[in-house]
């Protein structure tokens, strides 16, 4: 399993201790220390819908000018962004076997817990 998002990210917090106190090992990639990969970057895009990644309750959106906000119309746009601005992407993602899972849920992810998705 890896989880993607920024170490001092809240919901990061979170959704690590949770991670760690249902047993669960994995890899943490920060955005600010390891970059933002643009084809995985991509991927999640395709996956998830650009106007779902794009944090736009951040502090990093409501700090960018409304005009590059506008432009950020569709999967092109966003990724552009999101390279330059990796604080903008919605947090956490995480890459398990079963699937994929965007922002931290306990809820959901104690019943992928119980699923076996989240492993």
């Known amino acids: 399993m890896k989880v ?3 170490k001092n990210c809240d919901t990061v917090k979170k959704a690590r201790k949770f991670l760690e106190e249902a047993g669960l090992d994995y890899d943490f990639h920060d ?3 390891d ?3 643009a084809g995985k970057l991509a991927g999640f895009i395709e996956e998830f819908g650009w106007e779902v ?3 736009r309750k951040g502090t990093t959106w409501r700090k960018l000018d409304d005009e590059v906000k506008d ?3 569709d ?3 966003a990724l552009a962004l999101l390279q330059e601005q990796p604080s903008a992407i919605k947090r956490p993602i995480v ?3 079963a699937k994929n899972f965007l922002g931290f849920d306990p809820v959901a992810w104690e019943a992928a817990l119980e699923m076996a998705e989240l492993k």
């Open 53 to 55: 990644i794009v944090n």
């Open 95 to 97: 890459e398990a076997k």
């Open 4 to 6: 993607y998002g920024i």
């Open 71 to 73: 432009a950020v119309r």
């Open 31 to 33: 955005y600010k220390k």
């Open 35 to 37: 970059g933002v990969d």
């Open 75 to 77: 999967n092109a746009s």
